[in-house]
Every structure is written in structure tokens, then in C-alpha cells.
């Protein structure tokens, strides 16, 4: 089988395909449509049988009972304090429920899923060995031999049932043509010699993660914590349904939304990028000498320069310059809002007069 390690210009490491020689201009190839991306960082479940929709809708944040064939969207497994600890990406086949996962969810995910089966009509499946995902627009991914449906990427639009806490527009993501494909190992064999040969143009997983970065798109992978609430990375767009059945974590979900405010809120970070310093995931961010948050996603953004997105407190002070506390030391960065301050607390909740004042009217 013909190695990655065969493209000119590839640099590998654990995760996969890193880039070609180029990160920046493997964006503009991805974005245009002219490249495929090799996912290594990504893995396949399958769910089978009758009751594999009801079910994951019965676990997870979606609702996925009537998920007609070929529809994409996507799930967050929650604990029962409503914090996030799996997602997937979904689509169906009418026969599968295919689940495309960051690589280092699926194992944990999988044998979760297995544990939850109890008596019901499904099988869940690790394909992690025997099937690969590429990445690219729709129209590049639509060029290869998949076993599956291609999952289209929804974000940043507001899936039914689903809110949108951002209120900037155009939403930077909005022309994101984002998709996945599943594909066979004699598949992927072709993808691979073709770049070999110089006949397919490839790019790597930095490319990828820039253009999702700037789109300001969640990855539980990247992104989340032990103690993540989807609402604080405007997950509810796409991933949480607000008005399906019970599922464990609910209850928080609902009182978060209706009744609160997130804790923390996502800011897009525009960094300094005079001195070619790149903070890591888990930097402080600062707001004078005072730390408010800390840095979860990093890339160099083909037409934006150094970027980040970071959770902050919900009472970080907006408008305001930050600093971001690298091993280089500080580094300038301007904050945009993602997750409002004020998100939340959407219901309209009657004001009750105090009972001495209502007591006082009588």
C-alpha cells in the first residue's frame, strides 16, 4: 500500500498528514475545491438494526428518530451535569447510522455506546482499522469512491431545533463548504497514489484545522474540557436539539438556556504575529494583570494571520486588548465576541410582585 509518506513534500506525525510543504497555500486549495484532505485524526462507528435512530436519540443531544438517509448533522453525548463528553458527526443511509469522531474520542465512545445497548436492535461497530475519511468542499470529496453517505458539514447553520448565541454578520463560517467521506482502504490507496504521482493534490490536517478555526467550529477533540457546556462554544447551533425528549444532561441544557448564562463564553482572537509567536492550547489569557480564560484552538489563517479561539469568563470585559501568556513569553491579542455575555435566560419569566407590595395593593 502506498505510504503518505510517499507525497513529496509530506511532513506525518501521529495524527496524520500534517502538510505537503505549504499549510497556507494548501488552504486556499482545500477552500477552492482543487484538494483532499487525509483525516487521520478522524475515526468511523457504525450503529445498525431497527432501533439505532431511537436510540441515539434517546442518549445524545439531536433528535435523530426521524434523521431521514443522507441528512447530515451531529450529536454531543453529555454527562448528567449537562458537560460535554463525545460528539460525532451523523448520517444515514436508511440501513446505518454512520459516525464520523475525532480519533482520540472513538475508542472511549464506542465502548460507551456498547454498554448502552441493553436489550435494543442495534450493533455498534469501531471501523477505525478498516475505513479512512477525507476531507475537502463537496464538490472535491464528491470526486471519490465513498461507502457511505458524505457528511455535510451544518455549521454555522442553525439546525432545526438548534439556537444561535453569535450575532455577528455575516457569520464568519458562512461560506464554509465543508464535507467528509468515508472511503474503503483500496479507496484511500488510490487518493494516496495519485498525489504520489503528482496527478491529486493534497493538503494536511493544519490546513484544516485554519480554515475550522476561523469558521469559529467547535471540536470536542480541541476545544473541550472536563467541564464544557455545548452553550459556551455556541454548539446549540447545530449540535443540541432544544425541544426533543429527555436525554441525560437536559435538564441542564434547558435551565442554562431558559433560565441562565453559560459560565464561559468563546472569543475569535486575533494575535500579534510581528514575532512569529504561537501560543499552545491551555495559555492564559489575560485582561490586564488579571487571568480570564485560556486558549483552546491555534492556527496561522491564510488571509487572517495568527488566530485562536479561547473561553473566557462570561464576565471578561469586551472591547478591551488582551494578552496571551505564551512559553515566549506575552503576546497582544484582540478579542471578538463569539458567546455573548448575555446569552441566555431566553425565557420570558413573569416578574411576581413581592408579597408584602401585593398584600399592601389588597
Excluded at 439505532?52 to 431521514?68: F, K, N
Excluded at 443522507?70 to 454512520?98: C, K, M, N, Y
Excluded at 470526486?143 to 454555522?156: K, L, M, N
Excluded at 425528549?245 to 448564562?261: D, F, I, P
Aim: one cysteine or more.
Amino acid at each position: 500500500m502506498t505510504s503518505l509518506s510517499a507525497v513529496p513534500g509530506a511532513v506525518i506525525d501521529d495524527r496524520g498528514l500534517r502538510h505537503v510543504g505549504s499549510p497556507v497555500a494548501e488552504q486556499r486549495r482545500l477552500a477552492s475545491g482543487t484538494a483532499l484532505a487525509p483525516l487521520g485524526d478522524r475515526r468511523v462507528i457504525t450503529v445498525s438494526g431497527e432501533d439505532r435512530r431511537s436510540w441515539l436519540d434517546s442518549l445524545s443531544s439531536q433528535a435523530l428518530t426521524h434523521l431521514a438517509p443522507g441528512v447530515s448533522t451531529e450529536f454531543l453525548i453529555l454527562d448528567p451535569q449537562g458537560r460535554v463528553e463525545h460528539a460525532a458527526s451523523v448520517v444515514d443511509d436508511d440501513e446505518t447510522t454512520w459516525l464520523l469522531v475525532d480519533a482520540s474520542d472513538a475508542a472511549a465512545l464506542a465502548v460507551w455506546l456498547m454498554r448502552m445497548r441493553f436489550r435494543l436492535r442495534v450493533v455498534v461497530t469501531d471501523r477505525s482499522d478498516d475505513l479512512f475519511v477525507l476531507g475537502g468542499t463537496r464538490a472535491a470529496v464528491g470526486s471519490v469512491s465513498t461507502v457511505a453517505p458524505v457528511w455535510v458539514d451544518p455549521w454555522p447553520d442553525v439546525s432545526p431545533g438548534g439556537w444561535a448565541y453569535a450575532r455577528v454578520e455575516p457569520h464568519p463560517g458562512a461560506d464554509r463548504d465543508w464535507a467528509e467521506a468515508i472511503v474503503d482502504a483500496a479507496e484511500f490507496e488510490r487518493v494516496i497514489a495519485s498525489a504520489a504521482s503528482g496527478e491529486t493534490a493534497l493538503a494536511g490536517l493544519d490546513a484544516v484545522e485554519a480554515l475550522r478555526v476561523a469558521a469559529w467550529r467547535p471540536r470536542v477533540a480541541i476545544d473541550a474540557d472536563e467541564r464544557l457546556l455545548p452553550h459556551e462554544m455556541d454548539w446549540l447551533r447545530t449540535a443540541v436539539h432544544l425541544s426533543k425528549g429527555c436525554y441525560r444532561g437536559q435538564e441542564t441544557v434547558a435551565k442554562v438556556h431558559n433560565l441562565g448564562h453559560p459560565p464561559r463564553r468563546v472569543v475569535a482572537l486575533q494575535l500579534d504575529g510581528s514575532d512569529n509567536v504561537l501560543p499552545a492550547r491551555g495559555d492564559a489569557v489575560r485582561a490586564g494583570d488579571t487571568v480570564i480564560g485560556a486558549i483552546t484552538s491555534v492556527a496561522v489563517h491564510h488571509e487572517e494571520g495568527p488566530i485562536a479561539l479561547a473561553l473566557v469568563k462570561r464576565t471578561a470585559p469586551e472591547g478591551e486588548p488582551l494578552v496571551v501568556d505564551t512559553a515566549d513569553g506575552p503576546l497582544a491579542a484582540a478579542a471578538e465576541t463569539v458567546v455573548p455575555a448575555d446569552a441566555g435566560a431566553t425565557a420570558a419569566v413573569p416578574r411576581l410582585p413581592r408579597l408584602g407590595r401585593r398584600r399592601a395593593a389588597e
